[in-house]
């Protein structure tokens, strides 16, 4: 299966392959070969290699990134408290308008059913602008009438 190969590519070399990759290049073999005899890239490989040369050992370090501060059932908590707290959804005037940028993360069904019972600016989808000063001027490029001399632009903006 051509799918299946692809993506053993990417996934992560186990302690046993990492042990073989080193064991073939400690016996003389080029990058190319042992990629090819372990069915990994050049680049997993090389970077397998690095390590070793690096750091003495070829077993991955666990828990990259920082550390947890607060436990899964405070998070829990912190998420119940918010969805309570009447600050967290103020009630906007009658006749607002919501402002939605249509990001992907956005577009999401969930946000899309919370959105849906707002007024929202029409917006073009993942817009890398949001400034509402944006949209204005857009408006008022429309309704303006394209002029060619300084002379009309100035008798158009005075109206």
């Given amino acids: 299966m051509p799918g299946k190969r692809a993506r053993r590519h990417f996934s992560q ?3 046993f392959e990492r042990g073989l990759i080193i064991g073939m290049k400690t016996a003389g073999w080029s990058m190319r070969r042992i990629a090819g005899q372990a069915d990994r890239s050049d680049c997993a490989v090389r970077n397998c290699l690095e390590q070793w040369v690096r750091e003495g050992t070829h077993v991955r370090k666990t828990g990259s990134g920082a550390t947890r501060k607060t436990t899964r059932r405070e998070d829990q908590l912190i998420v119940r408290q918010a969805l309570v ?3 967290t ?3 906007w005037s009658p006749g607002a308008i919501f402002h939605q940028d249509n990001a992907r993360l956005h577009t999401a069904k969930v946000a899309q ?3 849906r019972h ?3 600016l029409p917006w073009p989808a993942r817009s890398p602008n949001l400034s509402p000063v944006e949209h204005v001027w857009d408006q008022l490029k429309r309704q303006m009438p394209s002029c060619h001399a300084v002379h009309d632009l100035e008798f158009y903006v005075q109206d």
Avoid: A, G, R
Wanted: glycine fraction near 0%; hydrophobic fraction near 35%; avoid cysteine.
């Fill in 85 to 87: 707290d009447p600050q």
């Fill in 13 to 15: 070399l186990s302690e």
């Fill in 118 to 120: 707002f007024q929202t």
């Fill in 89 to 91: 959804f103020p009630k």
């Fill in 113 to 115: 059913d919370f959105v």
